[in-house]
């Protein structure tokens, strides 16, 4: 491992798993199972053993993107994995692409959009959201990220450059909207997550009005399936619906 290296340590302590990020240093990692020396990693590869002063064993792995999703601390409800991986699928989002995203929140959208895309603009109006945002992203190591603090519906007026994709996260999602094409590439795309259908409808409405193509709304549900000694069926604790993902191209 590299100084500097984000890791994933893992244990299991009565049959739960507990997991940690570090990055690879010359500092201490406390926790409830001892201290780990973390220059001890220099010298180890992924899935090699560390112990911590305690004899606990933590396994090596390197953090994805769905463990900053568990780890991240939030300000409100974060848009799910679910909706994030069908906005990036729909709009083809890639190495090449620089994207705008409005309504950053706790950061999580904002963070799986850094792992993936060239570069990243986000803005949030809750300088405190913005705070625990960029702790979020900082903590993932991602250097392509711009955090701005500030209403995208007054900004997105001021700003000088293009977009491949913009993601839209707010709840005057629908007054932002008539000034997208300026600064969205011919082809790129727009991807808005609303939580109910009278918002929804405003949006599609707007969409309309400044004549987008390829406009689609859809609703991503999520079942996970349980497995027990009774039989196998969906599982009941939790709710799949969570908002409504607007796709369309300028």
Known sequence: MLIGELVLLKTSHRDRVKEFIAKVSDDQLHTNFGIIELSSLVDKELGDIVVSH????????????PDFFRHAKRTGAPMMPKDIGMIIAYTGLNKNDVVLDA???SGILTMYL???????VTY??????????????QSADLDNVELRCGNIVDEIKNIDEKFDVITLDTQNTKDVIPNVKNVLYPGGFIATYSPFFEQTKEIRDALDAEGFDEVMTMEFTEREISFSSRGTRPSTSKVGHTGFITIARA
Do not use: D, L, Y
């Not at 305690?54 to 993107?65: A, D, N, S, V």
């Open 54 to 65: 305690m004899g606990q064993e933590f396994t090596i792995q390197r953090p994805k993107m």
């Open 103 to 105: 309504g950053t929140g």
């Open 114 to 120: 850094g792992s993936i895309a060239k570069r990243v």
């Open 124 to 137: 949030e109006v809750n300088e405190e959201f913005m705070k625990v945002a960029a702790k979020n992203v």
